[in-house]
């Protein structure tokens, strides 16, 4: 993690670079706002990185020694397939449309929304894993 880290805080130094640069040349403030929110948004995920890289144990690709064989095995846990996600697109497309046809409309929104979040954070409490 160390090293992803150190490439996230070398891609805010060029996107700050990159900001300074451009509004200075072109004296746009759209662009030059992207830019700077890009050198915040890296920023903010290479010391993320860092931070972690700190309190984790070494991984292999922070070695110089390691082979690639190193970093096989189990990587951790990952969901199985889930249909809570689509509900809460189709619900947060609606509430966007809310907001262009007619506040009326985040009364369809606002139950699907919830009934994909409720899906979604209950979603390993069925079968053997529900309460009683």
């Known amino acids: 993690m160390k090293l992803q ?15 300074i640069v451009y509004g200075f040349w072109s004296k ?24 972690t890289a700190r309190r984790a144990d070494t991984g292999a690709q922070d070695r110089e020694d390691a082979d690639i064989a190193d970093d096989a095995g ?3 846990f990952f969901s199985p ?3 809570q996600p689509l ?12 907001i262009i046809f007619g506040w009326w409309l985040m009364f369809f929104a606002a139950p699907v ?6 899906g979604w954070v209950f979603e390993y409490y ?7």
């Open 74 to 76: 189990e990587l951790g």
């Open 5 to 19: 880290g150190k490439m996230f805080v070398g891609l805010a130094v060029f996107m700050l670079a990159a900001a």
């Open 81 to 83: 397939h889930s249909w």
């Open 126 to 132: 069925r079968g053997e894993n529900r309460t009683q």
């Open 113 to 118: 929304i919830l009934i994909g979040i409720y």
């Open 28 to 51: 746009e403030a759209a662009g030059t706002t992207a830019l700077f929110m890009g050198f915040a948004l890296c920023t903010m995920i290479g010391f993320y990185l860092a931070f």
């Open 87 to 98: 509900a809460l697109a189709v619900g947060g497309s609606l509430a966007f449309l809310g």
